[in-house]
């Protein structure tokens, strides 16, 4: 009787059914089930690889331009400098800075990535607008190479209010006298000798036009993305 009972008590697939019998998935059926699961959850993973990867990238890119532009402001606010040039260089970096930490903020990053440049540019400019005046620098390069240097720069300036106009942005324009100034101080030290002087001129000349370059880029960003 208790062996009935435990018989009764079990379901009908366990009892032999022929109906559940024809109807359940053989080995094959389960092996082909299975194969087609993976495959789809393969699918699935592949696909979404990519948004990950992408994310992953802006994630990095965002913080490699926070830092910049943290590195800039430190640069810039440890500055004290009195002529009315060194001061204006100042002022436009921090312009730079504030315009790149904005196009961060709005999460902006093709915007953001050459303003960052343009502001550390700028504020690298400052730093040698300092070192210029430290009388205890001593190793520069011989009066060849820098004259060298300077020709390439001075050619450079020229081209200063091209990339002004490519970029068009009203901020800049102070830019190109800025430029220009510092490469003339370079020209007048280096007819006086002074090698320190014309290397760090020639040197912030050409970092403010590496900054002019840089806002000519992120305008030409800001045209494609309009027209897209």
């Not at 699918?43 to 990238?57: D, G």
């Amino acid at each position: 009787m208790a062996a009935h009972r435990l018989e009764d008590a079990q379901p009908r697939e366990c009892q032999g059914d022929p109906e559940w019998e024809h109807s359940r998935p053989d080995g094959a059926t389960l092996e082909a089930i299975m194969r087609v699961s993976m495959k789809f959850a393969c699918v699935v993973v592949i696909a979404a690889f990519p948004l990950f990867s992408i994310r992953a990238v802006d994630l990095a890119e965002a913080r490699r331009i926070q830092d910049q532009l943290a590195r800039t402001q430190h640069r810039v606010d440890d500055v004290m400098l009195t002529s009315s040039d060194a001061k204006e260089l100042v002022k436009k970096s921090r312009i730079y800075i504030a315009r790149g930490e904005t196009a961060l903020a709005n999460n902006h990053l093709a915007f953001a990535g050459p303003l960052s440049e343009a502001a550390d540019a700028l504020s690298r400019a400052v730093d040698h607008v300092v070192r210029a005046r430290d009388i205890t620098r001593t190793e520069y390069p011989n009066r060849q190479r820098i004259e060298a240097r300077m020709n390439t720069v001075g050619l450079r300036v020229k081209q200063a209010g091209y990339f002004q106009k490519l970029g068009e942005d009203p901020a800049a324009k102070g830019l190109v006298g800025l430029a220009q100034r510092y490469n003339d101080r370079a020209r007048d030290a280096y007819r006086r000798g002074n090698r320190r002087e014309t290397d760090e001129y020639t040197t912030t000349a050409d970092e403010i036009i590496r900054a002019l370059e840089y806002i000519a880029q992120a305008q030409a960003l800001s045209g494609r993305v309009r027209q897209g």
